[in-house]
C-alpha cells in the first residue's frame, strides 16, 4: 500500500506543472512576431511589389523563429481597432504607430527601386517596444527581380532573424 501511495505521488508530481512554470516556458518558447510591410517602390507595379513582400515574409518564415504578420492580418487589426492602413508606410514613426496598433514586437519596413538594370532594395527592421532601429539593409543588385528574390531574400531573411534574436537576447525583465 505505501509504495502504491508513492508511486501516486511521483505520477501525479511528473503531470502537475505549476501555472506560473507552465506561462514561463509557454513565452519563452514563443517566437516573437514581425510584422512585414508592404514594400514601397517606384518601377514596380503595385503587383509586384505584393508578390516581393509575399516572397520576403515566407523566407522569413522558413527558419521558424518569428512569426510574420501579413497584409490581410495587418488591416484585419487595424480595422478592428477602428484604423486604417495606409500603404505608404514609410517614415519611422508610421512604423512605431503600427506597431504599437498590431502588438507586434517588430515592425519590417522597405523599399525598392528598379532603375535600368539595377535594383536598390533597402529595408530596417524596428523594434517596437523600446523604438530601437534593430538594422538596416541596403543593397544594390545588377539583375531581375528574380535574382533578388533567389539569390538575396534567403541571406537576407537570415540577417533579419539573427538581428531579432540577438536583440530579443538582450531584453531585460521588467521589475
Do not use: W
Not at 484585419?76 to 492602413?85: A, D, N, P, V
Request: proline share 3%; glycine share 4%; charged share 25%.
Amino acid at each position: 500500500m505505501k509504495h502504491t501511495i508513492i508511486v501516486f505521488v511521483i505520477i501525479c508530481g511528473y503531470f502537475y506543472t505549476p501555472a506560473e512554470t507552465a506561462e514561463t516556458a509557454e513565452t519563452a518558447d514563443k517566437p516573437e512576431i514581425l510584422a512585414v510591410l508592404p514594400l514601397s517602390g517606384q518601377g514596380i507595379t503595385d503587383r509586384g511589389l505584393n508578390r516581393i513582400t509575399y516572397y520576403l515574409r515566407k523566407e522569413i518564415e522558413k527558419s521558424n523563429k518569428l512569426i510574420t504578420m501579413n497584409h490581410q492580418k495587418m488591416n484585419k487589426i487595424l480595422l478592428e481597432k477602428g484604423l486604417i492602413y495606409i500603404n505608404t508606410c514609410n517614415d519611422l514613426s508610421c512604423a512605431q504607430t503600427l506597431g504599437h496598433a498590431l502588438s507586434t514586437e517588430y515592425v519590417a519596413q522597405s523599399r525598392i527601386a528598379k532603375v535600368g538594370d539595377i535594383i536598390v532594395f533597402n529595408l530596417r527592421v524596428i523594434n517596437i517596444k523600446n523604438q530601437k532601429l534593430v538594422m538596416t539593409i541596403e543593397e544594390y543588385i545588377d539583375g531581375s527581380l528574380e535574382t533578388l528574390i533567389v539569390d538575396f531574400f534567403p541571406t537576407i531573411a537570415k540577417r533579419i532573424v539573427k538581428s531579432c534574436i540577438q536583440e530579443s537576447a538582450k531584453k531585460t525583465p521588467e521589475i
